[in-house]
């Protein structure tokens, strides 16, 4: 069964600081790795993808893929009251069929307090 | 990003009764997922919605129980068959344009 892990949390941070988020998984097959933010209630949306090995930086955010040891983190930057979510990891693996998959971790609530 | 849009966003049902959900993407997506979340925990794919053929069904969900269509590549249905209070969930539609996966609003349901 692949697996991708991430810490539940809570993770609190205050206002201004850098948030950090940790994703391991089990499938070193795997390509493609995703970061989606889900505010309570509300559907999924990406915030960043990351293919390669290295850091990704978009605005706030930075994706950072480490393949040999299969990792993959986001760092956000000076942090917001808006950042508070749950922040899923996503790791692309095979599926049913011939169809490729993602395989979800169990998501790390962020608080960001003013 | 990929324009995707449910309904019903919500619904009440009584156990035995089946619930059909509809989802509508854009243009830009090529491959249609469905999923339940389930409160508190993450996303479970259910199957992927293959246009004018069979679904192909995730381990631990079956054809009969969540029947799915897709009769054209921006529609498709989800059905819950003979729903009990534990299919009681958040049904999500999801599609994937440029390889990048999308997710529409959500559908909540609560079976009684």
């Known amino acids: 069964q692949k697996e991708v892990e991430q810490n539940s949390g809570p993770l609190s941070v205050p206002e201004g600081a850098i948030a950090s988020l940790n994703c391991t998984y089990s499938?070193?097959?795997?390509?493609?790795f995703f970061w989606y933010r889900q505010y309570s209630g509300k559907s999924p949306e990406l915030i960043m993808s990351i293919y390669s090995n290295g850091d990704k930086e978009d605005g706030r955010f930075t994706a950072q893929l480490n393949k040999a040891s299969q990792y993959v983190s986001l760092l956000i930057r000076d942090s917001q009251p808006s950042d508070s979510a749950t922040y899923l990891c996503?790791?692309?693996?095979?599926?049913?069929?011939?169809?490729?998959?993602?395989?979800w971790g169990l998501g790390t609530s962020l608080a960001v307090n003013p | 990003s990929a324009v995707i849009s449910q309904k019903p966003s919500r619904d009440i049902c009584q156990r035995g009764t089946s619930l059909t959900i509809q989802c509508q993407v854009d243009s830009q997506v090529t491959m249609m997922f469905w999923y339940r979340q389930q409160p508190g925990q993450s996303l479970t794919l259910i199957a992927t919605a293959n246009q004018g053929s069979e679904a192909t069904y995730e381990s631990g969900f079956v054809i009969d129980k969540f029947p799915i269509s897709r009769p054209n590549l921006t529609f498709s249905t989800l059905t819950v068959s003979n729903m009990s209070p534990e299919d009681s969930s958040i049904y999500l539609c999801s599609g994937t344009a440029r390889e990048t996966q999308y997710f529409g609003p959500g559908t909540r349901l609560l079976v009684l």
């Open positions: 499938d070193r097959g795997s390509q493609s």
């Open positions: 996503a790791v692309n693996a095979p599926g049913a069929g011939n169809n490729r998959k993602l395989i």
